[in-house]
DNA sequence: AGTCGTTATCGTCATCATGACGAGAAAAGG
DNA sequence: CCTTTTCTCGTCATGATGACGATAACGACT
């Protein structure tokens, strides 16, 4: 039986929050095609490899940490024919929301890596379409579910946790109204019991993600109207 | 530069609604592996195909009806390294929505294919996991979209949409409440000035699809609790 | 024609979630 | 001690929802 052969890649949009804005991180190309432009963090899947060990190989290859706190799901596969001059290569795009990284990225591949804020950005392959696809997956997964944790350290505050809302989707939100939203949903957070300390005004109490799948109700972004 | 090569398939998740059930697509696979055994319908990418392309081909063979009133969307990729004896083969299933055929399936395919009530099949490779998955997507479309009207015909009453929610969640819904959240939604369906005739009751006015990409606010279905 | 069963459509009411905003609590810094 | 800052708790009006009553408009039957 004859069928075609393809190559299989996996891509990724690593999403971050540094000082209040949406960060992906990219890295320079050091190869034909598309060389010194930036793309997503991928590569070819092995022989013996399932496509989301694959994922979680590349992320801890490319940022030295896929450890707990952070988040990783499939976000979608892209096969255009012509998507890469080199032939035929179907690429499973993965979509991971880490804690801002103390360590730096980059740390075992010599390619160059950085963040970037996310935007129009002028990417190497389809490349700009998967990350849009991602950014828009994490805005709609904010809604529904407690993954906006994934953004924080083990333990955060209800403000830094709105914080991430805020810069993922864009918009501010009222801290009280997000509080009352926050502490009252069932699943949503967890109070460790700690406070903060040394920061400026009162010292706000200390959560972790809770065990909830799906926030109910979910907490809906003001959409542009219709 | 070496690397792996593999085989792509595209397999499709065909729901429909018939009978008040939801029911699948389902084929028997007349070959090696899984000979006799049901599957998903799909088949290989060709060489020079796009993904969604091959999803739209393969629908058209297997049901002969690919036309408007349907959806199909990417739902997610599969490629555990053993997931098919034959080799490394890649599967990017896509969910198709269709309003009951009045036209067989299996038109231009000589394989046995048939409508089977979605639930526990033990079907070939890793389908029964596509298959949960397939549901669980077209559930959750339902909350936030108007994709329901993919499972009726061009115009349709309230209560057939209705009917569709009660089918695909499994729950069912006050007519009332349902007839005024569908009609006072915005962009959810818009009137087509007919009414039905020679049905029991009274006459029901008929519907089109409203033109909302989005429900909002959105349709929720009563979650287990938490 | 009248009655009944059936289904569609509209209305009412209590409850819950939300947006807007006031106000007190608890820290740091002068 | 006072001001500034930020967290946390309340209040109130509004909007969406679940439960359910009531009426409208058909076919079928007597």
Redesign the pocket.
């Known amino acids: 039986m004859g069928y075609p052969v393809f190559a299989v890649t996996v891509d990724l949009v690593v999403l971050t929050v540094r000082e209040g804005d949406l960060h992906v991180l990219l890295v320079r190309r050091g190869e034909e095609p598309y060389v010194d432009r930036w793309a997503l963090p991928g590569g070819f899947v092995r022989e013996d490899e399932d496509l989301a060990a694959a994922a979680r190989r590349e992320l801890a290859e490319e940022t030295g940490l896929d450890g707990p706190g952070g988040h990783l799901e499939q976000l979608a596969s892209y096969g255009a024919p012509d998507r890469d001059p080199r032939g035929r290569v179907v690429t499973v795009a993965y979509l991971a929301l880490l804690p801002d990284l103390p360590a730096p990225v980059a740390g075992t591949d010599a390619a160059e890596a950085e963040w970037r804020p996310v935007g129009a950005l002028g990417l190497a392959f389809d490349h700009d379409q998967i990350l849009e696809d991602g950014v828009e997956r994490a805005r709609s997964k904010l809604e529904y579910t407690p993954l906006a944790a994934a953004f924080c350290p083990p333990e955060f ?3 830094a946790l709105r914080q991430v809302y805020e810069a993922v989707w864009g918009e501010s939100l ?4 997000f ?3 926050a ?1 009252s ?1 069932p699943g949503f957070v967890s109070p460790t019991g700690g ?11 200390l959560y972790r993600r809770g065990d909830a799948a799906l926030l109910n ?4 972004r ?1 959409r542009a109207d219709g």
């Open positions: 505050t209800i403000a009222d801290p009280r109204n509080h009352r939203k502490t949903t406070v903060t300390e040394g920061e400026p005004g009162r010292p706000a109490r109700p979910p907490l809906l003001r």
